[in-house]
């Protein structure tokens, strides 16, 4: 779905997330404890007033239709922002890192197509570690590693005995968090590990387990399913999102410090939307030269049984907010929206509910359309922004705070 940006910040706004005496008569909400556990309720309404909303404008814009090929992207695979500021992406057509300087000016290529040291295999997003060295999961199960000057640095093989890595998330200083699909004697158990990974790709410690959210079962590809969410913010807070209900689960390492929650009505999936999604499946598989009948087969392995999920990502936003992406479901679109929906690209709005430190809701901030967020550094977010001919580009927006109240 989407890829990471880039950025160097010329300046940093603070944001002091503590509370004060006007944001808590602002705010409806209510905190309770159960079990030790802070449960935070928020209404619908947050806490900033109509025009005192946080504004993204783009900073930057990294990308071309044709032109110099240091800046034409074939597809952008995966975004990485160093301590310098400099922009890494992954093009996961070419298999290889166009580095960027702060201000978008290119400086270098590093690795290649291959299955060698230095060399890329369906690469995942560029992985910050420590030092800045350059990390690069693959398909292949190995963790390919570069020094900051794009030197090879070698590689390794994750461990993938007792399962399969889903998605790897790393902070600014670092540290690697990975979701591994747990196995049993090459059976899926039902679970998913959070763990702590070294740069080898080795899990150095299991933080915890939740119940897996399995695309498939009993035979058939759920579509519109609840999903396991989460990020990991700069103060290694992780965040997961349970998107069945509206909850935000927020970890300190192992343990599970709050509960944030916000209203949700659930939407079944209707016959108008099985057939946006139809109309995309028929034509994907279509593309591929099947033929009618087995085009038909495949469509008819996929289960539309709703609700559709509460909100569609979580990120980790600057000092500790957390920002929630709200979906939509194909039957609210009308026209050529509807006609070319993709559930890939479309289902996420480029509208995000975003909350203090505490789990308080503020209100919503709003995207570029066709842009999909990769990372979070200070006050900037990076991210791949698509035109209507379906171009991709480097996109850096950075935070314009309005005087409302919230956050100081």
């Avoid at 032109?67 to 922002?81: A, C, H, L, Q, T």
């Avoid at 040291?117 to 570069?146: K, Y």
């Avoid at 087995?294 to 990120?315: I, Q």
Wanted: hydrophobic residues 40%; aromatic residues 10%; proline residues 6%.
């Amino acid at each position: 779905m989407s890829a990471r940006h880039t950025v160097m910040a010329v300046f940093v706004l603070f944001f002091s997330l503590a509370a004060c005496s006007k944001e808590d008569s602002d705010w409806a909400g209510t905190v309770s404890d159960s079990a030790g556990v802070t449960i935070v309720s928020n209404p619908e309404t947050g806490i900033w007033p109509p025009g005192e909303e946080w504004v993204l404008e783009e900073e930057l814009r990294i990308g071309a239709v044709e032109g110099d090929p240091n800046y034409v992207f074939g597809r952008i695979g995966g975004i990485g922002v160093d301590s310098d500021g400099r922009i890494l992406v992954l093009d996961g057509q070419a298999q290889h890192i166009q580095v960027y300087s702060s201000d978008g000016v290119y400086q270098q290529t590093i690795g290649r197509r291959g299955d060698g040291p230095g060399e890329l295999r369906f690469g995942g997003a560029p992985l910050i570690g420590p030092g800045d060295t350059i990390l690069v999961p693959d398909a292949m199960g190995r963790f390919v590693c570069f020094l900051p000057d794009g030197s090879s640095a070698g590689g390794s093989r994750m461990e993938l005995q007792k399962g399969v890595p889903v998605a790897i998330r790393t902070t600014p200083s670092g540290l690697l968090v990975a979701q591994i699909r747990l196995r049993d004697a090459g059976m899926a158990t039902g679970e998913d590990a959070m763990v702590l990974l070294g740069t080898e790709g080795v899990v150095t410690d299991t933080l915890f387990t939740v119940p897996s959210d399995e695309l498939r079962t009993y035979g058939s590809y759920q579509i519109f399913f609840p999903k396991r969410i989460w990020d990991i913010s700069v103060d290694t807070l992780l965040l997961v999102g349970d998107s069945d209900k509206y909850r935000i689960r927020v970890y300190s390492g192992a343990h599970l410090d709050r509960i944030i929650e916000k209203p949700f009505d659930a939407r079944m999936v209707t016959d108008r939307d099985k057939e946006a999604v139809n109309d995309f499946l028929r034509a994907t598989f279509s593309s591929t030269g099947r033929s009618p009948e087995d085009v038909e087969t495949l469509v008819s392995m996929y289960d539309y049984s709703g609700p559709f999920p509460a909100f569609d990502a979580v990120f980790a936003g600057p000092r500790n907010t957390i920002w929630v992406q709200q979906n939509q479901a194909p039957s609210e679109l009308s026209g050529e929206e509807f006609e070319t929906f993709n559930p890939r690209e479309d289902f996420g709005l480029p509208l995000w509910d975003v909350f203090d430190s505490e789990g308080r809701f503020l209100g919503v901030v709003t995207t570029p359309n066709g842009f999909a967020p990769s990372v979070f550094r200070e006050d900037k977010l990076y991210g791949v922004w698509r035109d209507q001919y379906g171009v991709e580009y480097v996109l850096r927006l950075g935070i314009v705070r309005n005087p409302g109240p919230g956050i100081e």
